[in-house]
């Protein structure tokens, strides 16, 4: 088993709360080198919605990757800002929202697919900055396409 480390930083956000949505998240090697980032436009849905979707899209792109990654890694480190989705993934907090819910059993089945052990960690938005800019960059686009 390769002793590398994969780190995830994810962000999601809605203007208004609910209003128009994006993801984005940042893939890191051992080496703290970018590998990977991604970023798409949700629709109409709530923070927490999309701060879930940024956890679900990474887990999925990283069962389907093409590029080269320790195989596999020792560990999925997922960084995230929002206290709320960490809690609730590790089990501190009960989820009682039936959406979120739903979105935690899909992040659930995707860990299984994934032959490392995943953890979460909150941490500032200071910290995740560049997957908080890389999720603004794909709102101001959107809307502007849109003309809001």
Same mark, same amino acid.
């Given at each position: ?43 109409? +849905? ?18 389907? +990757? ?42 659930k089945e995707a860990e299984r697919k994934i032959a490392s052990p995943v953890t979460y960690h909150h941490i500032s938005r200071e910290k995740n900055y560049q997957a908080d800019c890389l999720l603004n960059q794909e709102l ?9």
């Amino acid at each position: 088993m390769s002793d590398q480390n994969i780190s995830i930083f994810t962000d999601g956000g809605a203007r208004g709360n609910p209003g128009p949505a994006a993801f984005a998240f940042i893939v890191k090697n051992s080496a703290g080198k970018t590998v990977a980032e991604h970023s798409a436009y949700i629709g109409h +849905t709530t923070n927490n919605i999309a701060e879930y979707s940024a956890v679900l899209s990474a887990l999925n792109w990283l069962a389907e +990757t093409k590029i080269p990654l320790p195989s596999p890694p020792a560990g999925v480190n997922f960084y995230c800002d929002s206290l709320l989705v960490v809690n609730q993934l590790i089990g501190r907090y009960r989820i009682k929202n039936s959406n979120l819910r739903e979105m935690v059993l899909k992040i659930k089945e995707a860990e299984r697919k994934i032959a490392s052990p995943v953890t979460y960690h909150h941490i500032s938005r200071e910290k995740n900055y560049q997957a908080d800019c890389l999720l603004n960059q794909e709102l101001d686009s959107c809307l502007s396409l849109a003309g809001k």
